[in-house]
T-cell receptor, first 112, second 113 residues
Framework: QQKVQQSPESLSVPEGGMASLNCTSS?????YFWWYRQHSGEGPKALM?????GDKKEGRFTAHLNKASLHVSLHIRDSQPSDSALYFC????????????FGKGTKLSVKS | EAAVTQSPRNKVAVTGGKVTLSCNQT?????MYWYRQDTGHGLRLIHY???????EKGDIPDGYKASRPSQENFSLILELATPSQTSVYFC????????????FGPGTRLTVL
């Protein structure tokens, strides 16, 4: 079973619209959550991290974490064509564990 | 910004041949990782390392070996390449700790014919 599941697989929003991406994990050991973004032809790059319950806002991006339900979301307001990319949710357990577990990704297309 | 480089960027290999993918990082990170990316599977961890001389099996290690001869360098070795290993391979580095970000290289596209 995939330990980190993302939905939807793909998403299309108009320029200026709101994009909402979801992620659910099945491992209660996960304590640290990340969103990574990958533009076509490039390596993934960390977008945001969230480690505590609640919201974390960075510019147009807001991440929300609910540890009780193991649910993480990413909301992008005022979406721009440059936001078109593959978005990965990733999770890690505590301690010195170096491993990140990635979801399969959500492909976001922002149409101008 | 952390710098991770990979070589080669593109590689065509024959079935049964040996392939070595190289990764270098200049940020003195303890941990390094090799992933493969395939459509429908996301990023899957092959091998990782906590420091020079150490290698650990990831989630899909079969058919791959890894080598970490120094803090800066981490190699992925396919002793007997198969067409199923055709993929895009990413190397990453990062510090130890749950909060630590991983920094990815630009990827190597490997085709095994």
């Amino acid at each position: 079973q995939q330990k980190v599941q993302q939905s939807p697989e793909s998403l299309s929003v108009p320029e200026g619209g709101m994009a909402s991406l979801n992620c659910t994990s099945s491992d209660r050991n996960f304590q640290y959550f990340w969103w990574y973004r990958q533009h076509s032809g490039e390596g993934p790059k960390a977008l945001m991290s969230i480690f505590s319950d609640g919201d974390k806002k960075e510019g147009r991006f807001t991440a929300h974490l609910n540890k009780a339900s193991l649910h993480v979301s990413l909301h992008i307001r005022d979406s721009q064509p440059s936001d078109s990319a593959l978005y990965f949710c990733a999770a890690r357990s505590g301690g010195s564990n170096a491993k990140l577990t990635f979801g399969k990704g959500t492909k976001l297309s922002v149409k101008s | 910004e952390a710098a991770v480089t990979q070589s080669p960027r593109n590689k065509v290999a024959v079935t049964g041949g040996k392939v070595t993918l190289s990764c270098n990082q200049t940020n003195n990170h303890n941990n390094m990782y090799w992933y493969r990316q395939d459509t429908g599977h996301g990023l899957r961890l092959i091998h990782y390392s906590y420091g020079a001389g150490s290698t650990e099996k990831g989630d899909i290690p079969d058919g791959y070996k890894a080598s970490r001869p120094s803090q800066e360098n981490f190699s992925l070795i396919l002793e007997l390449a198969t067409p199923s290993q055709t993929s895009v391979y990413f190397c990453a580095s990062g510090e130890t700790g749950g909060y630590a970000e991983q920094f990815f290289g630009p990827g190597t596209r490997l085709t095994v014919l």
